[in-house]
Structures are given as C-alpha cells and as structure tokens.
C-alpha cells in the first residue's frame, strides 16, 4: 500500500506493507542506514527513533502505524553537517566508542533533553535503560548527556 | 510472499466489522506481536487490524468510585497519570518495571492483558485489586473479571472477535495495593517472581479483604487463595510472616525454565510476602 | 570539516586530546558498517546449522517438491579447496562434509542463497537434512578428547605445602560467556572478474580471513581481498568466527556468481557463534600462619568446545598468569583443555585470565579471611616486586605498577575505613552493602614467541601528491585504534594529528600487521608505526636538510616498513614454558561496593572503582573508555551473564534471555590511569584492551561475602546462586 512518512521533517511517499518494520522502511526504502538493529525484539534500542518525539523501538513499529506521525531518526539531528549539542558532547567525552549503539544512544538522549528532566545521574540511567551498549560501562554515555543538558541550560 | 492486509480503523464499530469473523490478528503496540512473529508480520497473519487509531480506547478516568483506564492506554501514559499515582500508585510502579522508555511507550495495558503472558507484569495488579476488564464486538459489549479472564496458558476469556476496552478498579477507601517484581537485572526484564497484594487494614491493624496474586508462578497469573486465608483478618507479625510464607511455598508450582528454577521462585515467593508481612 | 573538531574536555598536563577520528561519522549515522552497504544485485544467504549435538551427516539436499531455479544450495562438495576453517589446527570444517561427523548443535552443514529475503527463507525450510546420532559428551571432566595441556612448576610444592599452617583447598568454576557485540556478525561476499572473491565484513583480524579463503577456496594473494567495514565491537568474538562467515559467503557468490550478504540475527549469532570458555579450577594454597604465602597448587579444566579453534592459546594464558599478581616461590599449574559436543568456544577479552583471574583472587580473599587479615594488607605482602620473577621465571623489573594501582583504588576509595564500617553495622534489613578488593595483571601482546613468530608489520607512506598515511591491518571496533595510531605518528613526525591519514583496513593495500587481539595493538602495533615513522622523519630530513614538517609535502612518494624485532631482553622458551611469558604486563586494581538484597540474592554493584597501569597513556579518554567497558563486562561476567545448556544447545540465545548489565545496572565507575611506561617500546605503551575485564569480577564476589557473609564460587553469582549460598532454598528442591 503508498503511504507518506515525514521522517527529519521531510515527505517520503513509499509503496510497502502496513505490517513491514518501520526499521526495515527507514533502512532499505529510504536509505536510512544510521539506524541500526541490534536484535529485533526491542531488547537493546539500537534501532530507536523519536516517533512524535516520543522514544520507540523501530523493530517493534508497524509502518503502518505511523503514517501520520513525523519521526526522527539519528540522520535528523545534525543540521548542514554541524554536529547537534547532544552529538557534540558525545565527541568530547567518548561517548562513542564502536558507534552501534550511538544512533540509538542520541535518540533516547534527545528524547530526555526535550523532556526537561533534571539530567541526575539516576534520571539519565532511567531514560537510556533501553538502549545497550556493551563498549562504555555507560559512563561516557551519561556524562554526555549530562554535559548536553549544562551547555543547554 | 503475499503481503498481510493491514486496516487501521478509526472508529470502535468499524474495528469490531474487520474482527467479526474471528480470523484477524489484532495489535496495539506491537511490542508482543511484532517478537512472537519473528520480526515478519506479513509472513505470520493474512490480517492485521491496528487497533493503534481508536482514540476512544485510550485515556484514564474516575468514574464514581470506578477507575476507568482505556486499553490503548501505555505504560508511559499509568506512569505519569496524576489519578493512578493517588488512586492506584502500584500500577504505575508495575508500568515503570516494564521494558524501558522505548517499550513503556508503545507497549498498552490492554496488549498485557490480551498477550496473557504468565510474566505479564500487571496482571497480578489486576487480580489483586479486583479489577474487570470490558470486551467488545459486534454482539456487544461485556465485562469480565480479573479472576475469570486467564483460563490457562496464553489462554484467555476474549472470543476471537472481541476486543478489550478498558479496565475497571474499584477504589475503595482505606485499601492498600502493594506491588513487587524481582527480575534479573534492573530495566528490560522479564519477571522471575510478580506480586501484588491488596487489603483493608482495620483499626486495630488487622489485613482484610486480603487478596495476593502472582505471576511467573504458574501457567498464567494467578491468586494465591490459601494464603490469602491464612493473612485474612490477622495483623502482621513475624509469625504470621512465618506461616504464610510457608503456606505460600507449599500452594504455588512454578516450574524451571531459561530464567530460574522452581526452587528460588518458591523461596523468593515466600521471601518478599514475609518481608511485606513482617515490615508493614 | 568535523574532523578538526578537538575534546574540550580539559585532561590536566597533556595536549588537548584529539576527538576519535572517526567519531563524527559515527555520531551522525553517516559511518557504513557491513549491513549498511548498498549492494545491487546482492543475493541473501542462509546458514543450515545441525539441530543436534552429535551425530554422523547421512544427506543434505532440497526435498524433491521444492523448485530450485533461482536458489543456489552449497555443501561441502562445492569447496574447491581444503575443507578447513584455517587456524591453529586444522579440525573445524567450513561445512560437515556427507558422511562426517557433525560435533556440536548449530554446526554448518550447508548454504542457501535467493534474491530476497523471502525467497531464502523459504527455501531453507526446503532442505532436508539426514543425520545418525551418536553419543554426545557434554562435561569436560567426563571427555576423552583433548586439545591440550599444560604443566608448569616451580620449587618444590609437595614440601612445601606440608609445612603450611593453613591450606585453603577450593573448586572454583565459571560459565560461557557471550561477547555481545552490538552489531552482530555481518560479511557480503563479491565475486571478482579475477575468479577471486573480495568480502566485506565487521572483523577483528582481515588477515586470518585471507589466509582462510586462500586455502578454502583455492585462492592466489590477490584473488582474496577482505575489507573490513565499520565494526561495532569485537570483544574476541569477530577474531575468528568471521572467517567461517567469510568462506560461507564467499562459497554462494561463487556457486550464484552475485554479491551474496550474510548478515546475522542476533539469535543465529549467539546459538552459534564462539564465547568465552567455561572452566573448573581446583585451587590449594598453603600459607603460613603470619600470611606469608608458600605454595601454590593448581588444576585447569577448560571446556574448549567441539573444535579447537584458539582454545590451546586461551588454556596457555590461563596458566601463564595462575597464581595472580603475586610472588610465589612453590608453584604447580596443570591445565588441559577438553573436547565437548557443544559450539566451539573462542577469544573473548581476557582469553583465559578472567576465569583464574576469579580463581586466583577469590582464593586470596578466602586466605584472608580465614586468617582475618585485611584482604589490602596480606595483598600489601604478596604482591610482585621489582626484581621478582613469575612462575615461568620471567623477572619483573620494568614497569611495574602493582603497588601503585593497589594503593591507588584502596586510597581513592578509603578501602580499610569503608571495610571496618561494614561489618560495624552489621546485617540489619533485607539489603546489605559490602566492599571488595581484587587485583589482576595481563600479559600485554602475544604470548611467548607470539610476537617474533607473527612478525607484525606496519608501515608510514608520503605519497606522491605529499599526504601522510598509516598503513595497518590492525582493525578499529571501537577501542581506538584508528585515533591512537595517527596520535603516535603526528606526534613523532611533528605534525597536526589531522595530517595523518589511516588507510582502510583493506588486505590489498595494508600490510598484515598481526591480529588486532590480545592487547597488542597500542604496545606493539604502536611500536612499529612509531619507528616507521621515525624513520621517515630522519630519511626526509637528512635528504631535503629541512625539518619535517616543512619538508614533507614535496618528498613523496616513500614508504617505510617497519617489521617487528624481539624487545630487547624478552626471550620464551615455549617447549619448556621458561622464560618471559609476556613482553610487559599490565597491572589492575578494583574496589567494588555492592548491596545484596537477601529475600531475593539481587546484587547490585553500587559502586566500581579501576585503578590501571598500562604503561604510557596515548589517550586518556579512550583509555578511560577501555577500563570502564572492561569493567562492566567484568561485572557483567561476575553477576548475571549466563548461559544455560540443554542437550548441547544455548537456551539463553536471545537478548531477552541472555542479558547484560543496562545503564541502570552498572554501578558508577571510576577510572583511575596509572603510567608506568614500558622502556621496551619506544612510546612505552602497554596494553589496555582487556586487564579490565579480568579484575573487577572477583571484587565483586569479595563484596559479596563482605554484604552477606558467603562465599560464591561459581559464577555468575545469580540471584539464584546466592540464595542458595545463603540457604535460603535446598539444592535439588522442586
């Protein structure tokens, strides 16, 4: 079936399935290569995506289901090749170590820095309990995040 | 491959048309749906209707003395639900254990209810606190209890062409509803060990009215009725701790699988209800 | 341009610190790994792997219905060469030929490639596998096979284990272990018009994989090109098993003469693919009554899987570093590695140190405790010193920073304050907190004549047009590497980082510079690039009069290759075990807090603090990065990673069962760098890969016994296994 996605604020019309993964559509249909499956059974957040703004697993996303949704993916964050507040800070404290679970990482954190949490330590561990890394112990990670935020405020 | 057929009604009365002759694969969230079908949708059911567009499923109201919750309602939704944190605050605590962000997100109260896992997170919620749940389809609409509506493994009292609603909670004044999940790790876990517990302490301290589910007990949620009686109007203490943690060892059979083993669910089981009964 | 973007991050007395060179790709999704390519015409394959333990291959084939146009099927008959995944020995075949013997669940038997994915799947239910069962041995001390073994002595332990006043006599075993990598393994294979094939795939050693495909596939140096794609952790797991995978793909897109894509789903990936190897370790240790430690006695069995694969390098690490960190003048180690019907197990982090990493300072810690000795002081008096020699009677007289990481983690953490405080408050609640120490080393390279056997080089080009460039078959998966190299360089040629190019990790126009394992990367890989370079500065100056920096830009085209050379006054003996098992060591510290909650045996690690000597620190913030990975795997591995088998098969063999530690589980850790530079490198780098992950493991066990009061011998210590420590539940109750 056609349906439109808007996906990093631009219009996609693309013939699938309503039932096909939103992260298959991104991935093969799109081009969308930056995010990335880790497992398919939303256990590791590799392929998050800010649907409405809201963190989602796109392995466990019918497209169907977004249609009328605008979705964001890791390629919707830079703007003109210069690097988002939240990607910067993952470059200056070594966020990002294999880069697998950093698309997915910057999504979830993107998310949490829109929603005006105090970034503690304990609110950051809560927001990316659902992505996994196996590289940084996670404390780059955090401390990215929560540099972000201080550079924001 | 021949592609599902994927609808996404806007309207109850149209989604109850597409469920009428029982062959349609309903979802919510996905969340369930899109694992057990390996990630292929299309290859796993012919028909797809996607509950995801029906508004009038979502949203969490008081009604009277009914708390009302929509089954489109997500986890993320009961967590930041001003009316559950101060009617039934241990169902928020359940939602906050599920997954994380990303699955609290999509993942809705009536998916966990429908999916009828034995770990199913707030489904001993449910039978504590005695909640119904409402069905619909084109013969009409229904409610069914808690206690009647896990018939047996992933078994259900839903018809293949009924849909559920919403839920219903009493709320009744001067009940506790207390809740405890013990998993493997912190976030993203499937329960080893689920338990709700719900009573009305009299003045004098005494449980009444004392109801205890579980899950990853048994073949589905269930309730733990002989440990019930033997809480059932006594007051908490270190010897009622004692004998009803023995009594609820000796009622539940869970089994071993990929997660635990029988023995520490029994012991686990009957740890945390003795520590509810010797500290509250 | 993001690539002169510097760290901001303020690391007091250095430089400010280059970002990692690739990270701004990475950070923006623009970075390809192996699944991301966009090949046209690319066909999918499929794996038919063995559902049973043990058994003798009778047919594989499509059942006769199945209509097989437009579907190639690959046995072991299509391998125009040996039938051998090329490694240590050649026992593991690339497919079980007709009529031999399939020897773990989940074996290749044979391939499947279509055009789409449907059309794969589909066919794969079409094929028909015959088998006869045979009798399959699932325990290592139950196998008659073995891969190998080792025995080292030293003094006269029988003696002097008579004379002790205390002998602490304890079985210690530990479980696999899955690498889990975030990005699961992935390889496209390409047919080349030369009748080569050139594969692409997440990889840790492009060389093994070349070498592989030249004797599988009958293949000249040039027809076999493997170009490693961005890589999303290795962690061991992508040293050898992407070889299999390699011939794999490369048998269909020979057979369908198309680019064929094997891409892995994580439950493939774990069923099938190596971890990290169980082990049981007997342990005695005579001390006398005032703590002194006087003998060691000790037995490995290491369960290597069905193949040998790494398993006899692995089982060498182990007894190379029995005994731990400490001086020890009776020592006995007996190590054998043996045959198990279940999938091979391979290089994992560590390689063999963390399981009697475990061992060996749980053992310590009971010693203590038994003697009611501060875990810190009796460690205070045991430790290596300068001029001390290992069981191998290697002498430790450079860089030696175990007393300072000892010091280091137990200061930072008021270690003997925070113990006392402790057990002053006793047991009181369901959750009780303790603190644990725990020390570790790791042989940085490879070990014993490892090195001179492998004969790494790496080299540093001017090309024509006056661009300087790293030449390396060393693989960046995240650790660093493609951002300390070029720092090495830049650094010894006195150019802006951002003048040194890496060029891809690609076989036809990088050297071999051995595997990227073993901690060897920075030490010896480092080494070389940094004589190379010091070369090529000396050979432009003296020529053009100029300094190096002025000059270079019309000096081109030169190339310098650097080959390694022995350290100086590093020699093995590898028949006799006898000598310097290791070039250098690294040398670790970790204090673990944990609370333990005891209705339900839930650990959680509060608290992890790593004090680490790696030698000179290229990176600070990527070194950092290794020790806090490291250290969660380490809590990971001492916690909840477990894999359950039944019949042979892994039941834990997706994420949802298999799991590692999320951002809410791991504990606050703390990384403290310690540099006790190596005189045998020129930039006095050790390792730091993997003495991380071989510490903070048995800390935790030790915080374990400081909460609760038992001893865990067996990891994981699952919620499961410390109630029952605690007896909370009878052994065989259900």
């Not at chain 1, 990607?87 to 954190?109: E, V």
């Not at chain 2, 207390?178 to 003045?203: D, E, L, Y």
Request: glycine content about 10%.
């Amino acid at each position: 079936m056609k349906m439109a996605l808007q996906v990093n604020g631009e219009r996609h019309v693309v013939g699938v399935s309503g039932a096909r993964r939103l992260l298959d559509v991104l991935r093969e249909d799109l081009g969308l290569t930056g995010t990335k499956e880790g497992c398919g059974e939303g256990e590791c957040g590799a392929c998050s995506v800010l649907v409405d703004g809201a963190v989602v697993d796109s392995c466990l996303v019918p497209v169907g289901q977004v249609t009328d949704a605008s979705i964001v993916t890791v390629e919707g964050l830079a703007a003109d090749g210069v690097l988002n507040p939240l990607q910067q800070a993952f470059l200056d404290t070594g966020g990002a170590q294999c880069g697998m679970c950093t698309p997915g990482m910057l999504i979830a954190g993107q998310a949490f820095l829109a929603s005006g949490e105090e970034a503690t330590d304990d609110h950051i561990r809560e927001a990316i309990a659902g992505n996994l890394c196996r590289c940084t112990g996670y404390t780059k990670i955090i401390e990215a995040i929560a540099l972000a935020a201080e550079r924001s405020a | 491959m021949a592609n599902a057929v994927f609808e996404s009604p806007r309207q109850l009365e149209d989604a109850y048309a597409l469920m009428a002759d029982g062959l349609a694969r309903p979802i919510a969230g996905a969340t369930d749906a899109l694992v057990q079908a390996d990630g292929d949708l299309d290859a796993a059911h012919a028909r797809i209707v996607d509950l995801w567009q029906l508004e009038e499923l979502r949203g969490i109201a008081q009604q009277g003395d009914t708390l009302v919750i929509g089954a489109l309602t997500t986890y993320t939704d009961i967590r930041r639900s001003p009316l559950i944190q101060e009617t039934l605050p241990a169902l928020a605590a359940a939602a906050s254990t599920i997954g994380a962000a990303q699955i609290q997100n999509r993942g809705t109260l009536g998916g966990n209810i429908a999916n009828a896992s034995p770990a199913g997170d707030t489904l001993p919620i449910l039978l504590a606190a005695r909640a119904s749940i409402d069905l619909g389809g084109t013969r009409g609409e229904r409610s069914v209890s808690a206690d009647a509506f896990w018939t047996g493994y992933r078994q259900t009292a839903r018809q293949r062409d009924e849909l559920i609603l919403r839920v219903r909670f009493p709320i009744l004044d001067g009940h506790r509803v207390w809740f405890r999940k013990v998993g493997t790790r912190r976030a993203q876990a499937i329960s080893k060990v689920v338990m709700a517990a719900a009573w009305h302490p009299s003045t004098n301290g005494a449980w009444h009215d004392v109801r205890l589910a579980l899950g990853s007990v048994a073949e589905r949620p269930i309730r733990a009725i002989e440990t019930e009686r033997a809480i059932e109007g006594r007051r908490p203490s270190a010897a009622l701790a004692d004998q009803a943690a023995k009594v609820l060892i000796a009622e539940i059979r869970p089994i071993d699988d990929v997660r635990s083993t029988a023995a520490y669910r029994r012991a686990v089981a009957g740890g945390i209800l003795h520590r509810l009964l010797s500290t509250t | 341009m993001v690539d002169t973007i510097v760290a901001r991050r303020p690391v007091p007395g250095r430089a400010q610190l280059p970002p990692r060179r690739e990270g701004p790709a990475k950070l923006t999704g623009a970075a390809t790994f192996t699944d991301d390519l966009v090949v046209p015409g690319a066909w999918y394959g499929l794996t038919i792997r063995s559902t049973e333990p043990r058994a003798r291959l009778v047919s594989v084939g499509f059942d006769h219905q199945f209509d097989a146009h437009d579907v190639v099927l690959v046995t072991a008959d299509d391998i125009p060469g040996e039938n051998v995944v090329s490694l240590i020995s050649d026992d593991q075949p690339v497919l079980v030929p007709i009529g031999g013997e399939i020897r773990h669940f989940a074996e290749p038997l044979a391939l499947v490639a279509a055009p789409d994915r449907s059309a794969v799947r589909a066919a794969r239910a079409h094929v028909i596998v015959a088998t006869e069962p045979l009798d399959p041995v699932f325990d290592p001390l139950e196998s008659r096979e073995e891969f190998s073994r080792y025995e080292l002595e030293r003094g006269d332990v029988d003696e002097a284990m008579a004379a002790a006043d205390l002998i602490v006599d304890e079985i210690y075993r530990v479980g696999h272990q899955e690498q889990l990598y975030i990005e699961n393994q992935a390889m496209i294979a390409i047919p080349r018009e030369d009748g080569g094939v050139t594969v692409h795939g997440s990889l840790q050693c492009p060389y093994y994989i070349h070498r592989a495909m030249k004797r599988a596939l009958r293949l000249d140096d040039d027809q076999a090109v493997v170009i490693q794609e961005e890589t999303g952790g290795g962690f061991g797991g992508k040293e050898e098993y992407p070889s299999m995978i390699a011939l794999h793909a490369a048998l269909l897109a020979r057979k369908c003469g198309k680019p064929v894509r094997m891409i892995y789903g994580r439950n493939e990936d774990i069923s099938a693919t190596t971890k990290r190897h169980p082990a049981i370790i007997h342990y005695r240790t005579g001390v006398a009554g005032d703590g002194r430690l006087l003998a060691h006695d000790i037995e490995i069995v290491v369960d290597g899987g069905a193949y040998r694969t790494l398993t006899p390098v692995v089982l060498s690490r182990a007894v190379l570093q029995a005994g731990g960190p400490y001086h020890c003048r009776n020592i006995r180690v007996r190590g054998r590695a043996m045959a198990t019907n279940t999938p091979p197990n391979g290089a994992f982090r560590g390689f063999g140190a963390p399981q009697i990493g475990f061992a060996d300072e749980t053992q310590v810690n009971r010693v203590a405790a038994t003697l009611d000795i501060s875990p810190l002081v009796l460690r205070r008096q045991w430790i290596y010193r300068q001029g001390d020699t290992t069981p191998t009677g290697g002498r430790l007289d450079d860089s030696l920073g175990l007393s300072d990481v000892l010091e280091a983690a137990t200061g930072t953490t008021q270690f003997e304050a925070n113990r006392a405080r402790a057990a002053s408050q006793g047991r009181v609640g369901p959750v009780t907190s303790g603190i644990g120490l725990a020390l570790g080393w790791h042989g940085a390279g490879l070990g014993g004549s490892g090195e001179v056997r492998t004969a790494a080089v790496a080299s540093v080009e001017l090309t024509a047009d006056g661009r300087i460039r790293i030449l390396t078959g060393s693989t960046e998966m995240g650790q660093g590497t493609k951002t300390i190299l070029p720092q090495l360089v830049a650094e010894e040629l006195g150019v802006p980082y951002t003048d040194v190019e890496i060029a891809p990790q690609d076989t036809s126009v990088v050297p071999d510079s051995g595997p990227t394992v073993s901690s060897r990367t920075a030490m010896v890989v480092g080494g070389l690039l940094v004589g190379a370079a010091r070369h090529l500065r000396r050979e432009v100056e003296e020529r053009t009069g100029a300094p190096f920096a002025e000059a270079y830009k019309k000096a081109g085209p030169l190339r310098i290759d650097e080959r390694f050379r022995p350290y100086p006054n590093v020699t093995f003996d590898d028949e006799q075990l006898r000598g310097d098992a290791y070039p250098a060591y690294g040398w670790g510290a970790a204090v673990a807090r944990v609370e333990v909650d005891r209705d339900t045996g839930e650990v959680h690690v509060i608290e992890c603090t790593a004090a680490d000597d790696l030698g000179r620190v290229i990176h600070p913030v990527l070194a950092e990065g290794q020790v806090e990975g490291g250290t969660l795997q380490a809590i990971g591995y001492a916690t909840i990673e477990e894999i359950k088998l039944q019949g042979g098969r892994y039941l834990n063999d997706r994420l949802a069962t298999y799991l590692i530690p999320t951002s809410l589980d791991a504990p606050k850790i703390t990384s403290i760098l310690v540099e006790k530079p190596f005189t045998g490198a020129p930039h006095g780098a050790k390792g730091v890969g993997e003495l991380p992950i071989n510490v903070a493991a048995p800390a935790v066990v030790a915080a374990i016994h400081d909460a609760i009061g038992v001893w865990i011998n067996e990891l994981p210590a699952t919620p499961e296994r410390v109630l029952q420590a605690l007896g909370s539940f009878p052994e065989h109750a259900s």
